[in-house]
């Protein structure tokens, strides 16, 4: 048994009417995606303030993953197209600051694609997992 | 060297004052040395006469005075704006957050501004300046009469000035001119092409250097929230400096956010960072990133346009595709 496997902690927000049912289904479906993936629900993909994806990555996240409505399938109609703006400025902006733009991801997952899901997230705490942890992003007050 | 010189502007505003147009007057007061300079009001004829001041070294942005100026009164006030402190009122009016009725505005041609700050890093104990067309005479202390171009102590700004027109005024004194083709994102290109390795390492090493003064955060006439979410005392936001290195990122990533599509680029920021941190570039990484994305957009050009972060199109690009066209590769 290996104790001391490095294993990536992935804060994944999920709108409240899409992507979390999509969560629901893909465990309805008994598909397999890793327990390293914490899910918050939100209302809507929108209500993620930028700051909400710094705090995770101070608290201890090494990768954000936002899922939501698919565009134009938004239950406030239009919630999803401006977390669409915000997160394309805010991962620029983290790019050109330096942090791994592999770390922060969207993706658009409907109530129906439980198997999206899970594939998804599998493939992101791939990717998190080999970019290792997080480090340009921690804050040191906040390690156990 | 201004164009209009400060007789000019004083007596237009001793014009304005007995004519009954305005009641006070929102000015530069002379300071202890020609280049320190600070905004003031003055509200009579003696006032004026003794303290207004209008040189190479008048470099604040007057919009944001007009919040709290207006606020408090029903009198009429002047205000003298430079072509890139029109942008700035402009997009104040947008987010009605002065009356435009309370200010009567005389657009003042600018020359480029010099910058006290820059100058005592590259002189010391100045005791006078004065400027001559081109040249420069900085007097100081102990190493005599220095000169130098206008050119070179001209503030980092107004050298990648982005318009000498005015966009909002009720009375022009002198020429208006026109909006220039700056080169105003090359520094943010040069940063763009650095491996994401150098890039980390230049800005922790600027960032690092922040004290958490929030003069920028004052300073900004896009940064206008009566109550600020830094200022929040259960956000768990540490308002001190080297509190963390993560402190430092997440404070000036959601300062410039928060101005995102509203930054007018007037470089108040930079200008007032007593560790001279270029935060600018972050503004204007937002601002080129909103040209590229989602087509060109300057904040105060007009009055009522709607700021970019807060409309869309169907056709938006997806933040995974933002990153490759931010660098400019799509």
């Excluded at chain 2, 164009?3 to 009641?23: I, M, P, Q, S």
Aim: hydrophobic fraction near 35%; glycine fraction near 6%; charged fraction near 30%.
């Amino acid at each position: 048994m290996q104790v001391n496997e490095y294993k990536p902690l992935i804060v994944a927000f999920c709108c409240n009417w899409c992507s979390y049912a999509g969560a629901d289904l893909a465990g309805n479906n008994r598909l397999n995606y890793p327990a390293d993936v914490k899910i918050i629900r939100v209302p809507c993909s929108c209500r993620v303030n930028p700051m909400f994806i710094l705090r995770a990555f101070q608290r201890g996240a090494d990768g954000v993953i936002l899922c939501g409505c698919h565009p134009g399938d938004c239950h406030y109609t239009s919630g999803n197209y401006y977390t669409r703006r915000r997160m394309a400025l805010l991962f620029s902006m983290l790019d050109y600051l330096g942090i791994e733009k592999e770390r922060t991801r969207v993706e658009w997952v409907s109530a129906a694609e439980g198997a999206k899901f899970a594939a998804t997230m599998n493939d992101f705490v791939e990717t998190v997992a080999a970019l290792g942890e997080n480090k340009r992003l921690e804050d040191l007050r906040c390690k156990k | 060297m201004q164009e209009v010189t400060r007789d000019a502007l004083l007596n237009k505003a001793l014009e304005l004052l007995k004519n009954g147009t305005v009641d006070r007057v929102l000015g530069y007061r002379v300071g202890e040395f020609s280049y320190d300079v600070t905004p003031a009001v003055f509200e009579n004829e003696d006032a004026l006469k003794k303290d207004f001041c209008w040189n190479s070294f008048c470099g604040a942005n007057f919009s944001k005075y007009l919040i709290s100026e207006t606020a408090k009164t029903e009198k009429k006030l002047l205000v003298f704006l430079k072509p890139c402190d029109s942008y700035s009122f402009n997009q104040l009016l947008t987010e009605h957050r002065f009356d435009r009725e309370k200010v009567y505005a005389v657009g003042v041609p600018c020359g480029g501004m010099l910058s006290g700050k820059d100058l005592r890093e590259k002189v010391e104990s100045v005791s006078d300046v004065s400027v001559n067309g081109d040249k420069v005479t900085v007097k100081t202390l102990f190493d005599g009469d220095l000169e130098f171009d206008f050119e070179t102590l001209l503030s980092d700004r107004c050298k990648n000035c982005k318009s000498k027109k005015h966009v909002a005024y009720d009375e022009l004194l002198g020429e208006d001119g026109e909006v220039l083709d700056s080169h105003r994102f090359d520094e943010v290109e040069r940063l763009e092409q650095m491996t994401p390795d150098e890039r980390f390492a230049f800005w922790q090493g600027e960032l690092s250097r922040c004290i958490r003064c929030n003069a920028c955060r004052d300073v900004c006439p896009a940064c206008t929230c009566e109550k600020c979410v830094f200022d929040n005392p259960n956000s768990g936001v540490q308002n001190k400096a080297a509190a963390d290195s993560f402190e430092e990122k997440m404070f000036h990533i959601i300062r410039a956010f928060h101005v995102a599509g509203r930054c007018t680029d007037c470089g108040e920021c930079s200008r007032v960072c007593p560790q001279h941190i270029p935060l600018h570039l972050l503004n204007r990484k937002f601002i080129k990133d909103i040209n590229s994305f989602y087509g060109d957009y300057q904040a105060g050009a007009e009055v009522g346009s709607r700021a970019p972060i807060v409309n869309y199109t169907t056709d938006d690009p997806e933040p995974s595709e933002a990153v490759e066209r931010g660098h400019g590769n799509a």
